[in-house]
């Protein structure tokens, strides 16, 4: 019998081996003899303090799991690693604890690279990059120029660079509204979150519960000169590429959702002091059923009434408007929040049909962002609205007709009633024909609005790119010439935020103050740097070719590599990260910096993974102490059993707490592997394999390209179980066993690469051929149907091929290893997947 499966000596043995050899290096192009590529790809990790915990190595380990199978079938492979490090956290922490962000970035760099290579995942770590090297954060500033130097052509619906792209901008010319911005890359007096404490700005998600998240000081709302890209120029772009790739469902809504895109028509409403105030609604059709206006608190006309005394109660007003600045636009949007607001004393609006008076109120739930920042509001048919006359005893007339009777607010399709010349019409006819009767006369237009703003790209903080802009007096926005890029982030003696505001390297005057590129004259550097999403927004095309100091990448090798063919991460990044990504990739392939053979979306498959939650089902979080750290994990088990076991707890897309008891039985499982050494046997070395053995290369293979991981180590543990019972007592064929390892390799590579060359193999079993299986083989008369309770395999046994859907649930309802863990509960969901498993719900 095999010793105790000797882990702590083999694991680092092969690592170390694997990086001399250069077993994951992907081969260059266009040295590359392979005309298959495959570019797997994860999000590249922040490198925190706190280091890796037990759930960031499960898309890591899923998508190497892929790429080694990937590998074994022949294709050049690309897994890259690489580091997202500039950001708050890094700089708060410098703040905090008097050290410098470059020192506290590498000592947390070095801390993961040797978690990760301790859990074994097969990166092409020759390819390395780091946000921070300014060899890589030259071409972050290369990229932002591009974008200052080039315009949105509207004929052409792309980028294109402008006539003079070297030229300074005035800088009053920039003070201008996006949709006048002829760059793509622009500056702008926009709202931002400011902390008056730290004196700083704060992107959304620095903000926590209407909170800095540094100091936890209340943040109001200001305006502020800052750097803005033009993203809503790509919305419909952005969200029609979404046919053209493979993301999940749930992806594209979300990308949809966040962009926003809205038909339907601007009403202009005449105010009793003299102004046209202009609306965006997407149901005109709902228009006699107008009952108030609504402004936003910081609606320009706001200030112009108190300050021209035309609005009766301007201190009421100006209380009420400080009051809403001091929250974030996700916690004043909010559905659930009871509604607030101001009456507008002294100003009124005329409807522009029948010339009704309607008061006007202001109201926090009305955002100055959106829109024209004022709306006509229609309480029987939107849901905010209603909440809001209902507080406020504001008439509430029902226009549309619902075809089944609803309760309360309708905010539905129907027929149009209480509306002159548009009764009796559906909601489609009645909204063309008040868009018609708008634009006759004068009142009104079809338009399209946008969620989506565009990006906020300036920083008042250290820890980021600098910007590559030179502020003169007489020429406005100087780009800094390409050749003297990169500019140098320099290091400081403090990096607390200035009394003004300002980042903190406007106080280093020797590095601010240069001369004008463009006259000569004496100048000043931009001082904000840009958000952490820059580095981010082009990480994957670096990895191309990482080491190229005269171009970001190659365009032969973009030509290669690009899409990427299967991208994973969190749901929490489908939204900024995965848009930004999309938009960047779109504006350089549009300018011509990305061949055009590798198409303007950069990633074909898009997929994302549940969390692995803390026993109980929390988020783990080092402030509640419920962190698991995968290095005790390693050191107790190995970096196989955590491998196998984060694979194994549940289905990849869903979210499931960890649970040691898992962690013990996928030892038990390995350990069984390890035995079954002793029992190969060079007899029956050339029959054919059995059946079994072809339907768990089948299994195992679809399982993989499906991201099925759990079920593919399900079966990996049948064929086991069927070889190896207690002690070994069955023989295995080398051939066969061969097979076994191979299938193993993707999941637990130290294991299945010692027990391969204990076989007397020489090469890498990562660079063998991946295993086939004949179809005809496959095919049996009965299957093991595996049982699933809230995502955990509970039961499996035997069942004929040809059982029903009713027979099938009713043998697993019938288990009582099953009945065990429904403790009682009835289920609530209960699912057949023909020919593989029952899962319940309780």
Not at 477 to 499: A, G, H, I, K, R
Request: proline share 7%; hydrophobic share 35%.
């Amino acid at each position: 019998m095999a010793d105790k499966r000797p882990f702590s000596e083999y694991e680092p043995k092969w690592q170390e081996r694997w990086e001399i050899d250069g077993v994951y290096c992907a081969e260059d192009v266009p040295l590359s003899n392979k005309a298959e590529k495959f570019y797997g790809l994860i999000e590249f990790p922040y490198p925190s303090g706190e280091g890796l915990h037990v759930g960031h190595p499960r898309s890591y380990t899923a998508i190497d799991a892929v790429t080694r199978k990937r590998r074994m079938e022949g294709k050049n492979v690309l897994y890259p690693i690489g580091w997202d490090a500039f950001g708050l956290p890094t700089e708060n922490y410098a703040i905090k604890t008097k050290t410098k962000p470059q020192d506290a970035t590498a000592k947390n760099v070095a801390n993961f690279k040797r978690q990760l290579k301790s859990i074994g995942f097969g990166f092409d770590w020759t390819r390395e990059v780091n946000t921070t090297d300014p060899s890589y954060y030259t071409w972050t500033q290369w990229m932002f120029l591009q974008f200052f130097k080039a315009r949105f052509d509207e004929k052409k619906g792309k980028a294109v660079y402008v006539k003079d792209p070297d030229a300074p901008v005035p800088a009053n010319s920039q003070e201008r509204h996006a949709n006048s911005q002829p760059r793509l890359a622009y500056k702008a007096t926009t709202n931002i979150n400011w902390c008056p404490r730290c004196k700083i700005g704060l992107a959304n998600e620095e903000v926590v519960a209407g909170a800095c998240e540094r100091c936890e000081s209340p943040v109001e709302r200001r305006e502020k000169a800052q750097w803005m890209i033009g993203i809503t120029k790509y919305a419909d772009r952005l969200i029609e590429d979404l046919d053209t790739v493979d993301y999940l469902d749930k992806i594209k809504i979300q990308q949809v959702n966040w962009i926003g895109k809205s038909e339907g028509a601007y009403v202009d409403f005449e105010l009793s002091s003299g102004d046209i105030v202009t609306v965006f609604t997407t149901r005109p059709d709902t228009l006699f059923g107008v009952t108030y206006l609504v402004f936003s608190p910081e609606h320009p006309f706001v200030h112009q009434w108190v300050r021209e005394g035309a609005a009766l109660n301007g201190d009421e007003m100006m209380a009420y408007q400080k009051q809403a600045a001091a929250k974030t636009d996700i916690e004043r949007g909010a559905d659930n929040k009871e509604k607030t607001g101001v009456l507008v004393q002294g100003i009124t609006a005329a409807h522009p049909v029948n010339g009704e008076q309607l008061p006007v109120y202001i109201a926090e739930y009305v955002l100055a962002g959106y829109g024209t920042g004022a709306i006509m509001a229609v309480p029987a048919h939107d849901e905010r609205d209603f909440a809001f006359a209902k507080k406020f005893d504001l008439p509430i007339v029902e226009v549309v007709e619902p075809t089944e009777s609803v309760e309360g607010c309708f905010s539905g399709e129907g027929t149009a009633v209480n509306s002159d010349f548009l009764n009796d019409l559906s909601t489609r006819n009645a909204k063309e024909t008040m868009i018609a009767w708008l634009e006759k006369q004068g009142k009104g237009s079809r338009t399209i609005n946008y969620k989506l703003r565009d990006w906020v790209f300036s920083r008042q903080r250290y820890w980021g790119e600098p910007i590559p802009i030179i502020i003169c007096k007489d020429c406005g926005y100087v780009p800094v010439p390409e050749d003297q890029l990169p500019v140098f982030l320099p290091e400081v003696d403090s990096y607390e935020p200035t009394d003004t505001g300002e980042s903190p390297l406007s106080n280093i005057r020797d590095w601010v103050e240069v001369p004008c590129p463009h006259c000569g004259k004496p100048a000043e550097r931009e001082t904000d740097t840009m958000p952490n999403w820059a580095g981010s927004s082009w990480y994957f095309l670096r990895y191309c070719d990482p080491h190229n100091g005269k171009a970001f990448a190659d365009p032969d090798k973009l030509k290669f590599w690009m899409p990427v063919d299967l991208y994973n991460g969190g749901m929490e990044h489908t939204t900024l990260h995965l848009l930004y990504s999309r938009f960047w990739h779109k504006v350089l392939w549009d300018l011509g910096h990305i061949p055009r053979a590798c198409g303007p979306e950069p990633y074909a498959v898009r997929r994302s993974h549940g969390l692995i939650l803390a026993k109980g089902g929390e988020k783990m979080s080092k402030s509640k102490g419920n962190v698991v750290n995968p290095d005790d994990i390693v050191r107790q088990y190995g970096a196989d059993v955590l491998r196998v076991y984060e694979m194994f707890m549940g289905p990849f897309d869903q979210p499931v707490p960890w649970d040691t008891n898992g962690i013990e039985g996928v030892k038990r499982f390995l350990d069984k592997v390890w035995r079954m050494q002793e029992i190969v046997d060079s007899k029956g070395e050339d029959l054919e394999p059995p059946t079994l053995v072809h339907q768990t290369v089948k299994k195992v293979s679809e399982d993989i390209d499906t991201l099925h991981f759990n079920t593919a180590i399900s079966a990996l543990m049948v064929m086991a179980n069927a070889y190896v019972t207690g002690k070994a007592v069955t023989v295995m064929p080398p051939n066969v066993y061969r097979i076994y390892l191979k299938l193993l390799a993707p999941f637990a590579p130290h294991l299945a690469e010692e027990l391969w060359h204990r076989l007397g193999e020489e090469s890498s079993i990562h660079l063998s051929a991946w295993p086939s299986y004949d179809p005809i083989k496959t095919v049996t008369s009965s299957f093991e149907l595996v049982v699933q309770v809230n995502g955990r395999v509970r039961d499996r046994f035997r069942v004929p091929a040809s059982i029903s859907e009713q027979d099938a649930i009713a043998k697993a309802l019938a288990s009582a290893n099953v009945q065990k863990h429904l403790e009682g509960k009835e289920p609530k969901t209960v699912k057949y997947i023909q020919g593989k498993l029952v899962t319940i719900a309780t």
